[in-house]
């Protein structure tokens, strides 16, 4: 059987990140919990040019394409494949971007 300390290390995710900004990376690091196998959050709020914008709307004003969906879903099913529990978060919350992507995805998921 193997030791708590090589079950964390396997059970560790990559640092997955994609965007143009490396401060605000959009799936940020998962939490502790994951590394026993509780729980895994992916949080993606979109890369617009105008991060830094005080406009709500330039700011989330992102929606991802299929092809970049498409390249989240096999990532996310990893993940879970490890986790008790999945949590994607999509914080791209302009006009209906957010629950569009957060369809788009679900059904990539669920092929």
């Not at 995710?13 to 998962?30: E, F, N, Y």
């Not at 969906?69 to 096999?74: G, M, N, V």
């Not at 999509?90 to 059904?107: E, P, V, W």
Request: glycine share 6%.
């Amino acid at each position: 059987m193997a030791s708590a300390a090589a079950r964390r290390q396997r059970a560790r995710p990559p640092q997955v990140q994609s965007g143009r900004r490396a401060r605000l990376p959009d799936a940020v690091r998962l939490e502790a919990d994951l590394h026993l196998g509780h729980l895994a959050v992916v949080r993606l709020h979109g890369h617009s040019e105008k991060w830094d914008s005080k406009d709500i709307h330039e700011r989330f004003g992102y929606r991802y394409s299929g092809q970049e969906l498409e390249e989240w879903a096999p990532r996310i099913a990893g993940l879970a494949e490890d986790a008790r529990e999945t949590h994607v978060l999509f914080n791209n919350c302009y006009r209906d971007y957010a629950q569009t992507n957060a369809r788009q995805l679900a059904a990539l998921l669920r092929a």
